[in-house]
């Protein structure tokens, strides 16, 4: 009868894991794409949100469709390729929301060079001053809130960054953006390592191919749905909202224990 009741007792618990009330997420390139789906998603699971982009009325957009969740949300103009940026934004983040329990780098760029060898030039060195430099200064003041946090006696947080299926596949034309990407793998992982003791996980996102602003030329190419999409089981692009439940996850209690690791959401792209 013990072992009975205990059972009743436990299916009529509601998991509450998975509820964000409370913690506060900075999701960087959050006004659009990728970073404005997962902060909609995490606006939805109870979360209070800020995003940073770069473009003013974009921020404006996307405050607008975040505000329609009802929770408190933010938009701030921060530029992550230079370090400084990237110091006063978070200070002005901690400022207003008081807290950061996940950080989200996700602020990317790219280049479409016509062969590996035209790479070079300020452009080469753009999209290496976002997507790594950017992403490390931000994971980087994320982890210094985090652990003087738990050094305060409030132990946690959740580091996530935005890698992609690039880095493990060959990518033409493409190597500059596809190398930030396996970097910031490497990056992600000894953040892992060193920041555990003051609770704190560390994992990288690889998305496959999802339709956003930046893979827009690849949309609108014929050969390329034919040889590329094709190829995913599902036979069709990602979304951008596919992206908001991992997301959700990896801010929540849900993944307390999920450290280190670099996972795929690319539709079994990878496994074809």
């Avoid at 003013?56 to 949300?73: M, P, S, W």
């Avoid at 430099?133 to 003041?141: A, L, P």
Wanted: proline share 1%.
């Amino acid at each position: 009868m013990q072992g009975r009741g205990a059972a009743v007792h436990s299916a009529a618990m509601t998991y509450k894991l998975f509820d964000l009330t409370g913690k506060v997420a900075l999701v960087t390139g959050g006004n659009g794409g990728i970073g404005l789906a997962m902060a909609e998603a995490l606006a939805q699971a109870g979360a209070s949100v800020e995003i940073w982009g770069t473009n003013l009325e974009k921020n404006a957009r996307a405050l607008a469709q975040l505000k329609a969740h009802g929770g408190k949300v933010g938009a701030r103009i921060v530029d992550v390729s230079a370090e400084e940026n990237v110091v006063a934004g978070f200070n002005a983040t901690l400022a207003e929301f008081g807290r950061v329990d996940s950080c989200f780098a996700n602020a990317g760029i790219s280049n479409r060079w016509k062969s590996f060898l035209d790479i070079g030039g300020e452009d080469y060195r753009r999209v290496m001053a976002v997507n790594l430099d950017g992403m490390i200064w931000t994971m980087r003041e994320a982890c210094r809130h985090m652990k003087a946090r738990a050094e305060a006696g409030d132990p946690g947080g959740s580091i996530v960054a935005l890698a992609s299926l690039g880095a493990l596949f060959g990518a033409a034309r493409n190597q500059d953006y596809t190398a930030t990407k396996a970097a910031i793998i490497s990056v992600t992982n000894g953040i892992a390592v060193e920041f555990a003791r003051y609770g704190v996980r560390a994992n990288s996102l690889m998305p496959g191919w999802i339709a956003t602003d930046m893979t827009g030329a690849s949309q609108e190419s014929e050969v390329f749905v034919k040889n590329v999409i094709s190829r995913v089981p599902y036979r069709r692009w990602g979304r951008p909202d596919e992206l908001g439940g991992i997301a959700v996850y990896l801010a929540s209690d849900a993944s307390s224990f999920h450290n280190g690791d670099s996972i795929l959401v690319d539709g079994g792209y990878s496994k074809f």
